[in-house]
């Protein structure tokens, strides 16, 4: 396995993914190989509070693992793993492009596999991030970096059912769509698609990291989306 460099979902924070990079190399090998971005709230949030700038505080924080990691493993292509909003932050730092005064160039990492990311969505701050994509993401983008939009079918929002599913409505529909629909119980699965990448969805895996959860980090999900990081051939 190539490298694989862990991202954490928006609000998130590095200390969460100890599971999810624990099942990756359930085996014992290839731990050396993965990291996790070290992230903390307050990147999300900053301070004073200014959540309309997490994406560059965040960018910077990705930037600088994938610089140590490309300096331990040399001429290797990097896998990058981003869950939730994290995985619209990882699509802009890949872009390249001036992103509110910041931007990176990078031909290390060469496949971005997305978990439970909305890349369409009305959500004030995301939508910050997901219009830049829309108005900048090409087809050419893909022959460069291959994409891999992972969602999950686990919950469907019903605004007369349970606790659970009348909350899913909410969140379904103050992120993108009709909050009917199907998703992981904060994101629905139409939110997730994007033209261009490989689009996924997998069975029964939960949105948040929580104490026995199956979330998209637990044994049981990553074994349904681990293949995709196989690395075939090198991109040129």
């Known amino acids: 396995m190539n490298p ?11 200390a969460l993914y100890e599971e999810m990079k624990r099942n990756l190399a359930s085996d014992g090998r290839f731990s050396e190989k993965i990291f996790i971005v070290p992230l903390t709230p307050l990147d999300w949030v900053g301070f004073p509070p200014s959540p309309e700038r997490s994406t560059n505080r965040v960018m ?7 610089a140590r990691v490309e300096t ?57 991030k997901t219009d830049f994509i829309a108005e900048r993401l090409t087809p050419r ?4 970096v291959e994409v891999i939009s992972v969602a999950s079918s686990f919950r469907k ?8 599913e009348r909350l899913a409505f909410e969140l379904y529909r103050n992120t ?27 069975k029964g895996a939960e949105h948040l990291p929580a104490p026995f959860a199956n979330w998209y980090g637990a044994t049981r999900a990553v074994a349904q989306w681990k293949a995709y990081l196989l690395q075939t051939e090198p991109r040129a």
């Open 157 to 164: 929002g019903d605004p007369n059912g349970d606790l659970r």
């Open 4 to 14: 694989v460099v862990l991202l954490a979902g928006v609000g998130l924070w590095s």
């Open 60 to 66: 910077r924080r990705l930037h600088e693992t994938i």
């Open 141 to 144: 983008f893909f022959d460069k």
């Open 176 to 202: 993108f769509g009709d909050g009917k629909s199907d998703g992981d119980g904060v994101v629905p699965i139409e939110a997730c698609h994007l033209d261009g990448a490989t689009n996924v969805v997998i």
């Open 72 to 128: 331990l493993f040399p001429n290797e292509p990097i896998t990058l793993v981003a869950h939730s909003g994290g995985g619209t932050v990882a699509l802009i730092y890949l872009l390249g492009e001036n992103f509110q005064g910041d931007a990176y160039s990078n031909a290390s990492v060469q496949r971005l596999v997305a978990l439970g990311t909305p890349f369409r969505s009305v959500e004030k701050f995301a939508k910050i």
